[in-house]
């Protein structure tokens, strides 16, 4: 990763959107870059769901697909094909995506193994005023 770490399109941080793979330049963090992991890579956040958690809208969030994913932590997550960022919870046959935010609104999302829920990899890293 000499160039830094990819940034791909928008994720959202309110109800899922299409994950988009438009490429749009790479992320310099040296000297934390090897520590983010070889696959990692970044997405802008679209919606203010994770607010509270540090996560406002406009920020970019590093993802690493390599981290060990354990109950509670904040993930990039694909539901049918749309990507989306939130707190993880494994309840039983039901994985449940909750929102970080001051706005009532956004409710926790519980989904069964009907539908097709993929965790693209663990928010490391979130960068806020980033332009």
Known sequence: QEEGIPIYGSIAAGSPVEAFEDFSGYLRLDPYQQALGEDAFALRVVGDSMDL??????????????????????????????????????KNE???LVPVSRNPVYQPQIYSGEDDIRILGKVTLSIVDVQ
């Open 94 to 96: 039901h994985i449940v």
């Open 53 to 90: 958690a540090g996560i406002p809208d406009g920020s970019l969030v590093v993802i690493s697909r390599d981290a060990k994913v354990e109950e509670g932590n904040i993930c990039a997550v694909l539901v049918n094909g749309e990507a989306t960022v939130k707190r993880v919870y494994q």
